[in-house]
């Protein structure tokens, strides 16, 4: 008796020690019946302000729920993720069942001349690889639409169009962006300033950069599916860099939706965020799964 005892008592402890052992090794998952908001998280360690706002919903889970992201505009040189809780209402009130990021990146700084272009698309490759890598933690699907307005726009047609290798974003979104840095160059005193910062030359002198840092360079008849919203009164991106987009996604048969805006320029009002917004989702809804 005291031997079985003895057995029983070792046994039990070495599945106790198994079971700790196993929990040890796990990551911790989150509770997909909850809805999290996990600020400030870091998508990689080389820059300070490479941080995301995640906003998971309840309920949520690997099959269905899609995942919206958002890049910031302000020039490639200003902004941050604060920008999207003006859209996330909007968003809301016609996506179900979508989890939510809104990304920062690394801002030129003009005094110093630190984080030149590409710093910028190298960023948004970095934090959509980390996205990618914590889908399953987050128990949210790899359906993935990238979006951005300006400079944002800018960027997520890049990685739409250059850096999508893995075919993780399976659509684009884009509010009054530049897609032709070279055709964007002249357009003002002001943007060949920024530019020739930011670039570190202008066109001639720069010429491949220019080429790389161009989404339009980048079309082809396997881009993704692709929403463009301009304001034909826009003073500070012309319309003329939406349309030119719009040309080769039509010469490259892609997928897309584009309205320009009677008399609004950069940056619409809110029930026209609203109506477009509406638009778009009715545009993503026949082209993811």
Not at 43 to 72: C, G, M
Not at 223 to 235: A, C, E, K, M, Y
Not at 279 to 285: P, R
Request: proline letters at 4%.
């Amino acid at each position: 008796m005291g031997k079985a005892f003895m057995r029983s008592i070792t046994g039990s402890l070495f599945l106790v020690l198994l079971l700790f052992s196993c929990q040890e090794n796990e990551e911790p998952g989150l509770d997909a019946r909850l809805a999290i908001d996990l600020l400030d998280v870091k998508y990689s360690e080389d820059r300070p302000n490479q941080l995301l706002d995640i906003y998971l919903p309840a309920n949520r889970n690997s099959n269905t729920t899609k995942v919206f992201v958002w890049i910031h505009g302000g020039g490639w040189i200003d902004g941050n993720k604060s920008e999207f809780k003006g859209f996330k209402p909007w968003l809301e009130e016609v996506q179900d069942d979508y989890a939510y990021i809104a990304i920062n990146y690394s801002l030129y700084n003009i005094s110093s001349g630190s984080n030149r272009f590409p710093t910028q698309e190298e960023d948004i490759k970095k934090a959509l690889a980390y996205i990618k890598s914590q889908l399953s933690t987050w128990n949210v699907s790899d359906q993935v639409v990238l979006a951005g307005g300006s400079a944002g726009g800018h960027l997520a047609l890049l990685h739409s169009y250059r850096n999508n290798e893995d075919k993780l974003v399976k659509a684009t979104v884009a509010f009054f962006p530049p897609t032709d840095l070279t055709a964007f160059y002249g357009f003002s005193l002001f943007t060949n300033l920024l530019l020739e910062n930011i670039m570190g030359g202008n066109p001639t002198n720069r010429k491949e950069v220019y080429f790389n840092g161009s989404p339009l360079n980048f079309v082809d008849s396997q881009s993704v599916p692709t929403v463009l919203f301009h304001g034909d009164t826009d003073t500070v991106v012309p319309i003329s860099q939406s349309k030119i987009l719009e040309e080769a996604l039509i010469a490259k048969n892609v997928l897309h939706m584009a309205e320009y805006v009677i008399g609004q320029g950069h940056g619409f009002s809110a029930q026209t965020n609203k109506e477009l917004i509406g638009k778009m989702q009715g545009f993503l809804e026949g082209v993811l799964d």
